[in-house]
């Protein structure tokens, strides 16, 4: 993956290739450690994004689609549709106040969680409700888990916003823009200048493995872009 040089206080974006794979000494992308992969999607997973991910399912379980509140379920219901279709899986809805939330976490092997109208707010929740410490769980067992648009953005340190947001701090230092296009600004690097934005068009995914592999799925490729303290 190509840096490129810093011109003035943010440094340009490097595309990271498509469908290359590394697995460096020490991952540039720093993920919670456990067992099963991260793949952060810049929208919807699409069918090859999807059957990708599932071909990486190395478990028995079933299929989980979170859904935020009561009013999300039937969009969940209708992702959970999708997904099990093309992963094969048997699967359910959980809702994020579910008495059973973290008892069929424990016995996923694939999360999905969909696209979301604010990372903020769910980022929110997963703390609040004690929802994101399952879901660490989960991925620590060896649990598959898939973010989707905004939900990805929810996994960064911190969310893009005019008021920057604290995220869930799964990929530490990141500021993640889904639905990424060229020439979107990011705020958050001028204030917090030890971040950097991962950019994910709407059919782009990283996917990260927990021995430190580093996967690109999809077009166009994800961008990079560093704040001015990575130039230090």
């Known amino acids: 993956m190509r840096h490129g040089t810093p011109t003035g206080r943010v440094r340009s974006a490097a595309s990271i290739r498509a469908c290359d794979t590394m ?14 992969w991260l793949i952060l999607c810049g929208g919807s ?33 209708a992702r959970l549709a999708e997904c099990s279709a093309v992963c094969g ?6 809702l ?18 969909p696209d979301t109208g604010s990372a903020a707010e769910l980022a929110k929740m997963f703390e609040e409700s004690g929802f994101g410490e399952s879901l660490l769980l989960a991925l620590e067992d060896g649990a598959l888990v898939l973010a989707e648009g905004r939900s990805s953005e929810a996994l960064g340190e911190v969310i893009e916003a005019e008021e920057l947001s604290p995220g869930c701090g799964w990929l530490r230092r990141a ?14 690097l001028l204030k917090r200048p030890t971040l950097y934005r991962l950019g994910l068009g709407e059919h782009a995914a990283l996917a990260l493995g927990p021995q430190g ?8 490729a994800p961008t990079v872009t560093l704040g001015a303290a990575w130039a230090r």
């Open 23 to 36: 697995t460096p000494p020490q991952s540039f992308f720093v993920r919670p450690q456990g067992g099963g």
């Open 45 to 77: 997973a699409d069918d090859a994004i999807a059957a990708r991910a599932a071909a990486l399912v190395q478990q028995a379980g079933q299929l989980v689609v979170l859904a935020p509140s009561a009013r999300a379920r039937e969009a969940a219901e």
């Open 89 to 94: 899986l048997p699967g359910e809805i959980v």
């Open 96 to 113: 994020l106040d579910s008495p059973r939330g973290e008892e069929c976490l424990s016995e996923a092997t694939m999360i999905v969680i």
């Open 175 to 188: 500021v993640v823009q889904s639905h990424h296009e060229a020439g979107m600004a990011c705020l958050a």
């Open 213 to 220: 592999q580093v996967e690109v799925w999809g077009e166009p």
